[in-house]
């Protein structure tokens, strides 16, 4: 009987879950907030996913340019399919609308078909659909208020958390949501302004009442309802903290959250610096790996770079199939990404919440659907200075998004919060991490208990590789004293002395940061700190890092480096060390000066110019605010007979702006950080103090938005915003007047992208020179057409750096282009079939080795036209595309001009047709033959295995018919045996243009 019992009860219990699910499906349904796709993502919340709703917009597209395509190859790409461009205000991202979106008459198919094609054209990193995006709840039901309602509060220990933390000003939850009432009672002295992505203005209020309308209200109250002030709930935050409205579903299909309407919200948050940014909003997915082409997913990735951190609803399918749900599996990747799964009211897994890998922790949400109960769910605000019942992981996430703007009020850092909350989490028992709870249900009194003593490592960073073998060990600790605080390097303790002189705290003594060098020998190395508690020193914290120390090894050979340690002489902390104190000795040094020559140090003798110094230089680099650190921000050749390792012991630049005054003319500058930094983000400063962008610098002719390269021996350049200074490497700048470049300390991954020679989108075509001389070797100068090239000077023509002994260079001359002219690596002309001319120059110090000039791309220019280098010195007329190189002996002459003529093609190619051999009186032969173009022509006869018999003509010849004769007899004027032989006719015309025919001849006697 007993075991009949629980039959029975299981029964009803499945009865029960049933009844309920069909009751939100119905709600859900009727709401219309719920949705799934057939593509790789699908955006859709709460219950059963249904084929009848919206997966994306009918008719729009959204892109990520690939880092080499340009706005202009966008807009010409977009004009052929009839596209209008919307740009996001993230770079590189665009909104693309067909013609008829707006009308309606756009099918999905033809959506996707879209979609495809703007794939495969090549210019994009991503392009898709504009997906939409829903809110993920269960149900509202609007009800008096009662604090002692809000059991979520009690559960994740708020009361006792309060004592220690209420929130601070200065800290700011973005709610990216279907907006907020921001005329509640109990929300408006913790609104600030917020904005509208979705409608695209200011208005962040919904547009209604109704449930699916007050989504934002009842997740901003769960944050940041005003606590302690008489009326209605508490939120997570009691006061301080401030929300801030971003409204990202449009008023005409309220609920759904299209994606530009999301990149667009998630840069509004990134612009305005916000600490946390809560999205109770997800669709299905196909892996728990998110897809890092989406730009939606790069950006967020790329907020949470600038410390911003996203707490996500985890999703509401368990039920339905517990798939993996997007953007909270940006929670596999991130560590300043949540995913926030749901419980009920008795700690238990929520009925619906998904239970995937990357769940980070649980926090309540409700679970009337099984229970039955309203009061199991979450009460908050709603719309209209209301209150209501809600469920779902929509509600989980804010609690867990309030939870950390108190954590982040306490002082803790926002890469340090993840890991905080997942270690402090209440497992109730359980193994954990695991897919229904994460780690366990928010407890925000344990995770203070635990930051009000912090202590860990903060540099360096764990498994990283340092190339100084004195590095700054840097730590930070809170809620403590130097007396509590021990450290050990290698298992060895610091001394506490040491520890007490180098203890810097904050102002107001809660955060306190200690800073040590050593000297470490090359390998691996572990640091640990540990902190107690200054009022109760049980309490403990401790951090351990593991990391190696590696010197930078430089090549042998040459190469164009920049050094971003400084390490300062005994007694003199502005002035760098010897570059024999680094690199001993064996190398010699060259650096570029404005005067337009070369300084040389030579570390075994003279000379040892100052000017290529380290220790002497008088270039005044440096941070922003400090001394000068040169020779950071410098750059400089180096000639190494082996591989050299750079042994310093010196600190890199400090994390502030750095600048490297450059003067009128080439600049050789050098990356000053120990990171790669992306060109773009630097600044340039007028000698009147004016400071503007790159790109708005070189708008005004104040420098090229080029930045040079040296690699294996020849320049390269990328164009901004392409372009990476990357660490330990030098560059070449060009400026049109002295000013400054900033360089900003803002990392990148620094992934190399192709120097690109080409001018974006428009038609033509490039020939692409290389030159070798001895040792000495150039290549990448360019010359070509282009429809959007301009006639003179034009942003896609490119100056050239200079050289550097043993040298040979190619550059393009132009001497007409007044302010402008110089020597160029390329030159690209407007393409209009007209007859174009350039000016080559081959300059080289190895006067004695033969020069050999290279070219390629022959085969992209039109079949029409005629390409011809002519060597200026000797006359020689080269037909290019019969051949792919030109040879001369400089003959103690430095330099060789050429000139390159690209012209329509009037005289069809040069031919020989037409050939006849006939029997002559005397046993002679006569050779007919046609020739389309006046030639030079040679006719030998071979026998049958190819071996010579005699020459006949070597002359000029005119266009038509012609004639040669043969006696029939060999060169010495014997006649041959009969047999099979072969008339050989081989033309060239005086542009080098060249063909051959071969004819064989019966000889009978």
């Known amino acids: 009987m007993v075991g009949r019992g629980r039959k029975v009860k299981n029964i009803m219990v499945k009865r029960r879950l049933m009844r309920r699910r069909c009751q939100v499906k119905m709600r859900a349904r009727m709401f219309r907030i719920l949705v799934t796709f057939a593509l790789l993502i699908v955006f859709s919340v709460g219950a059963v996913p249904e084929p009848a709703m919206r997966q994306f917009v009918a008719g729009e597209l959204i892109v990520s340019l690939n880092p080499n395509a340009s706005v202009e190859q966008l807009q010409s790409l977009a ?30 198919a033809q959506t996707l078909e879209m979609a495809q094609k703007l794939k495969d054209s090549g210019l994009f990193a991503y392009a898709g659909p504009n997906k939409l995006y829903y809110p993920l709840q269960r149900e509202v039901r609007p009800n008096d208020p009662r604090y002692g309602e809000q059991w979520g509060l009690e559960m994740i220990n708020m009361p006792r958390a309060w004592v220690f933390q209420k929130g601070k000003a200065g800290v700011v939850v973005a709610v990216v949501d279907t907006g907020v009432d921001m005329n509640h009672p109990d929300l408006k002295d913790r609104l600030l302004p917020g904005t509208d992505t979705g409608d695209q203005d200011n208005d962040p209020n919904p547009p209604g009442t109704d449930p699916v309308a007050g989504h934002g209200t009842h997740v901003a109250g769960i944050i940041g309802a005003t606590t302690n002030n008489g009326i209605g709930i508490a939120g997570v935050t009691w006061e301080g903290v401030k929300i801030l409205p971003i409204k990202a579903s449009p008023n005409s299909s309220i609920g759904l959250f299209p994606q530009d309407a999301l990149i667009r919200a998630v840069q509004y948050c990134i612009d305005q610096k916000v600490n946390v940014v809560n999205m109770s909003l997800g669709g299905q997915d196909v892996s728990d790996q998110p897809d890092m082409t989406n730009p939606l997913n790069q950006l967020i990735i790329s907020a949470t770079q600038r410390g911003i951190v996203f707490v996500m609803a985890a999703g509401n399918w368990f039920v339905e199939g517990n ?3 997007h953007p909270a599996n940006l929670a596999s990747v991130s560590d300043l990404v949540f995913a926030v799964a749901s419980v009920g009211p008795r700690r238990e897994h929520a009925a619906y919440s998904q239970a995937r890998p990357y769940t980070t922790v649980a926090a309540p949400g409700g679970n009337s659907m099984v229970t039955g109960i309203e009061t199991d769910d979450i009460l908050s605000t709603l719309p209209g200075a209301n209150y209501g019942y809600a469920m779902g992981t929509s509600m989980a996430a804010p609690h867990a998004a309030g939870a950390v703007a108190i954590l982040l009020s306490q002082g803790v850092k926002p890469e340090d919060v993840k890991k905080l909350v997942q270690d402090t989490a209440a497992a109730d028992g359980r193994a954990v991490p695991n897919p229904e709870f994460g780690y366990g249900i928010i407890d925000v009194y344990n995770a203070i208990r635990r930051v009000a003593t912090s202590a860990s490592v903060v540099s360096p960073a764990r498994a990283e590789v340092v190339e100084t073998l004195k590095p700054t060990l840097v730590f930070s600790v809170t809620n403590t004293s130097a007396a509590l605080v021990s450290i050990t390097i290698d298992g060895q303790g610091v001394p506490s002395t040491e520890i007490a002189d180098n203890y810097v705290p904050s102002p107001d003594g809660v955060v306190a940061t200690i800073k040590l060098t050593r000297r470490l020998a090359p390998g691996t190395h572990t640091v640990r700190v540990t902190a107690r508690n200054v009022n109760d020193p049980t309490i403990t914290s401790t951090d351990e890092t593991t990391f190696q120390v590696s010197p930078r090894v430089l090549r042998a050979g040459r190469s164009l480096i920049s050094i971003p340690y400084f390490q300062p002489q005994a007694g003199q902390p502005a002035r760098s060390v010897s570059a024999e104190t ?36 008088s270039e ?16 400089y050749f180096i000639d190494l007979p082996s591989d050299t390792p750079v042994l310093t012991e010196g600190t890199p630049a400090p994390d502030v702006p750095y600048r490297i005054p450059l003067k009128t003319g080439w600049n050789m500058i050098g990356n000053p950080f120990a990171f790669n930094v992306p060109w773009v983000a630097c600044e340039v400063e007028t000698t009147g103090g004016v400071r503007m962008t790159l790109q708005e610098a070189a708008d005004k002719n104040i420098i090229l938005p080029q930045l040079f390269r040296y690699e294996n021996g020849v320049y390269t350049w990328q164009t901004a915003p392409a372009g990476v200074l990357y660490k330990w490497e030098g560059f070449w700048v060009r400026a049109f007047q002295d000013c400054t470049l900033v360089v900003m300390p803002l990392p990148t991954g620094g992934r190399s992208v192709p120097a690109d020679a080409t001018l974006s989108g428009g038609s033509g075509w490039l020939l692409r020179f290389a030159a070798t001389a001895g040792v000495a070797r150039d290549g990448n100068t360019v010359i070509g057409v282009n429809s959007r090239a301009a006639d003179g000077y034009g942003r896609e023509d490119v100056l050239k750096p200079p050289s550097l002994s043993p040298y040979v260079s190619v550059k393009v001359l132009n001497t007409d282009w007044g302010a402008r002219a110089g020597a160029y690596a390329q030159d690209v002309r407007r393409s209009d079939n007209r007859r174009q001319v350039w000016q080559l120059q081959v300059e080289t110090d190895q006067v004695n080795e033969p020069v050999t000039l290279r070219w390629e791309g022959v085969r992209d220019v039109p079949a029409r036209v005629r390409l011809t280098l002519v060597d200026e010195v000797t006359g020689r007329r080269v037909a290019m595309r019969t051949t792919g190189s030109y040879t001369y002996q400089p003959g103690g002459v430095g330099t060789r001009s050429f000139t390159v003529i690209a012209e329509p093609d009037v005289h069809s190619a040069l031919r020989v047709s037409s050939v006849r051999v006939r029997t002559t009186r005397g046993g002679g032969f006569s050779i007919d033959y046609t020739l389309s173009a006046e030639a030079q022509v040679r006719i030998t006869i071979t026998d049958a295995t190819g071996k010579p018999v005699t020459g006949l003509v070597q002359s000029t010849r005119s266009a038509g018919v012609n004639s040669a004769t043969w006696n029939g007899r060999d060169s010495k004027g014997v006649a041959v045996p009969a047999g099979s032989y072969l008339v050989h006719i081989e033309a060239a015309t005086p542009d080098g243009e060249r063909t051959r025919t071969v004819t064989p001849i019966v000889i009978t006697r």
């Open 79 to 108: 004009q052929q399919m009839d596209l209008t461009v919307d740009y996001l205000g993230v770079p590189g991202v665009y909104r693309l609308i067909m013609k008829g979106a707006s009308e309606g008459t756009v099918t999905d």
């Open 323 to 325: 798939f993996p749900v």
């Open 620 to 635: 005044q680099v440096g941070p922003e605010g400090g001394s000068t650190m040169a020779p950071l921000g410098l750059a």
């Open 582 to 617: 680094v690199l001993g000795t064996g190398f010699q040094m060259f650096r570029w000066l404005p005067q337009g020559r070369y300084a040389k140090y030579s570390s075994w003798g003279a000379p040892k110019d100052p000017a290529a110094s380290f220790d002497q230089t």
